[in-house]
């Protein structure tokens, strides 16, 4: 009788395992091998790691694991093993999945019965991810596919009033209106500063002045976004951008944007929503925010309860840190379009959509010499910063690292002149942790003298933005290190876990007491003198909470770069931890960067800046490959 924990509980030691193994990983493996023993001892055995394995790449973020890595990983714990197995070429691999019980294989058909595993060329899924990935392109393409008309003389005199300021160059906002107000999908990505949420605002204001000049009714348009902190953000820029409008052009435009969770109608428990392919949202139009912190289960939830003659806009930074849980959808659908046309300015959209483009967007655009995306008539990218000047150090610096010029990195780190960048080369924490206490110091008078308002004004002018969570270099032990150093200073008085001046991020949505993961809250006593945590309204009015009644939540002093995504600080300090680390890449570097509106200092080693800028972060999918004309 196979036992086949005793072979592969060997991997749950950190200190032999290549990976990081858990028991649910090795769960799975004893689950594969069971069922496998049918075949032989020795094949149930290697089938079991090589499930433990697709298992812990899930968790890694990967969708799906191609056969020639999953050779390589699977050789790296074959020594870890209690009981010996042979070493594996990628030829005897494919031999033994031809046995294999538990696995469907795509080129033969995927048979009724659910097998746990799936073949798909040359990559390995488990058949829920291989089934969310397929269902996602297939909406995908459905929705490329769907095209709206509208009267040009009605959207060249709309478009007259709302892009009245003269442009230098191609005006890439109003190129994004035009294409987003004639395609059912839209992905409108740039940089940070680019304007994404202006120019969508001119998008809703195009559409339901269309509607309103050919008599219809207003579209029901809906915001969204992946985090509490990300709704908020949106909210309040998309009331900011309204105000720029036109008086005539702010009728039927959405003020809030709800979580995703809350928009599909979360269940306690449960991992369906109310809102489904059989239930889908009332809606008619609906704008996506920081799409790239959506992972690949939600959006293809997301997508299925979209009704069928509804209009989907995804906004974000296809440079950016893709979601923290598993895939990097928004990143795969730029990538089936190749990375040379994202760099041009010409020759990426169809004859048709080329036409329409210079006729209402007053340019001349060359049309593509061939497809090669079934997206790339539904893509556009934000080019012009407004937050970063061409002599901006930090703008600078975020354009080498995306563009892996680690030389240009070191030169905007070390050059003088560059006056908002600042880099600690072979620093320590100690360093970090004075600079940051000096840094709280406007803070800490704010909430001494017991004014709010200055209080977030003070601490949103700096932030601790780290790679990892443990560690020397962590969250965890910049957080203790820095209220001891705090307390020992005087500026603070921590006689019980939460204190005047304590920051703190909420990590639990909670719609009961309207609080949400990402939330910032600051504690400070009330009138009476009742500590209370309080938290900034998107108003910029205050609202305040018993301590007793808080979900979840985390001290501030640091936060992971992965939380900062959505946020902006007056100054972002960067830490890298030391030595090599498989989190470090270059898209963590930039989003850690571009957080940044004014200043930012890097505290990391040389090896560990190049380590980053060459890194770049590339999940197992097959999405691009899917949405890619050959794929």
Not at 390 to 399: D, E, P
Not at 406 to 422: E, I, K, Y
Not at 570 to 582: D, F, M, N, T, V
Request: net charge neutral.
């Amino acid at each position: 009788m196979l036992n086949s924990t005793s072979y592969l509980k060997p991997l749950l030691d950190p200190s032999l395992s290549p990976l990081a193994f858990t028991g649910l990983d090795l769960g799975l493996g004893d689950f594969i091998a069971e069922r496998e023993q049918q075949v032989g001892e020795q094949h149930a055995r290697q089938m079991g790691l090589l499930a433990a394995i697709l298992s812990q790449q899930l968790s890694a973020q990967h969708v799906c694991v191609q056969l020639d890595e999953l050779v390589r990983l699977y050789n790296l714990c074959v020594p870890v093993l209690a009981e010996p197995l042979p070493m594996l070429f990628t030829s005897q691999l494919q031999e033994l999945l031809e046995e294999a019980v538990t696995l469907g294989k795509v080129e033969q058909g995927i048979s009724q019965q659910a097998l746990p595993l799936i073949l798909d060329g040359q990559a390995l899924y488990l058949q829920r991810y291989w089934h969310y990935e397929v269902t996602l392109a297939e909406q995908l393409k459905q929705l490329a596919s769907g095209q709206f008309s509208f009267d040009l003389t009605s959207g060249k005199q709309l478009l007259a009033q709302l892009f009245s300021e003269e442009t230098q160059g191609t005006d890439w906002q109003k190129l994004a209106v035009i294409l987003a107000a004639s395609k059912q999908f839209c992905v409108i990505t740039g940089g940070p500063g680019t304007g994404k949420t202006t120019t969508v605002t001119r998008l809703m204001a195009l559409i339901q002045g269309l509607c309103e000049q050919a008599g219809q009714r207003p579209l029901r348009i809906v915001l969204a976004a992946p985090t509490g902190k990300a709704a908020a953000r949106l909210s309040e820029s998309i009331t900011l951008a309204k105000a720029r409008l036109p008086q005539n052009l702010r009728q039927h435009l959405p003020n809030e944007a709800a979580t995703l969770h809350r928009l599909l109608g979360y269940q306690v428990g449960k991992s369906t929503f109310r809102h489904h392919q059989d239930n889908p949202l009332s809606l008619d139009m609906l704008i996506l925010d920081e799409a790239s912190m959506v992972d690949l289960p939600m959006m293809a939830k997301l997508l299925a309860a979209m009704p069928a003659h509804a209009r989907l806009v995804m906004l974000g930074d296809r440079q950016q840190l893709a979601s923290v849980e598993v895939g990097s959808v928004l990143g795969d659908i730029c990538q089936s379009l190749p990375e040379g046309l994202w760099q041009a300015e010409q020759g990426q959209y169809d004859a048709n959509t080329t036409s329409m483009l210079n006729q209402l967007g007053e340019v001349n655009l060359l049309a593509a010499d061939a497809a090669l995306s079934l997206v790339q008539n539904n893509l556009v990218m934000l080019r012009k910063s407004h937050r970063f000047t061409a002599g901006s150090g930090v703008g600078q610096l975020a354009r080498a690292i995306n563009n892996g010029q680690t030389g240009a990195v070191f030169n905007c780190l070390q050059d003088p002149a560059l006056t908002d960048v600042s880099w600690f080369n072979r620093a320590d924490t100690a360093q970090v942790v004075d600079l940051i206490c000096r840094l709280l110091q406007d803070y800490m008078s704010a909430v001494a003298e017991k004014n709010i308002q200055a209080a977030f004004t003070a601490l949103m002018n700096q932030q601790l933005l780290c790679a990892t969570r443990r560690g020397p270099w962590g969250v965890e032990q910049f957080n203790a290190r820095i209220e001891l150093e705090l307390t020992r200073r005087g500026m603070i008085k921590p006689i019980q876990e939460l204190y005047p001046g304590c920051p703190l991020m909420v990590s639990q949505n909670d719609y009961q007491v309207r609080v949400f993961n990402g939330d910032i809250g600051i504690c400070m006593p009330d009138q009476d003198g009742l500590l209370k945590v309080w938290f900034m309204q998107a108003d910029s009015s205050v609202r305040a909470l018993l301590p007793s009644r808080l979900p979840a939540w985390q001290k501030l002093y640091a936060m992971t770069i992965h939380k900062s995504q959505g946020s902006e600080f007056e100054h972002a300090i960067i830490c890298l931890p030391q030595g090599q680390s498989s989190l470090i890449s270059r898209e963590l570097l930039y989003t850690g960067i571009t957080r940044a509106k004014q200043q930012v200092s890097v505290f990391a080693d040389e090896a560990n800046v190049k380590a980053a800028v060459t890194a770049h972060c590339q999940r197992g999918s097959r999405l691009a490959a899917r949405l890619s004309v050959n794929g």
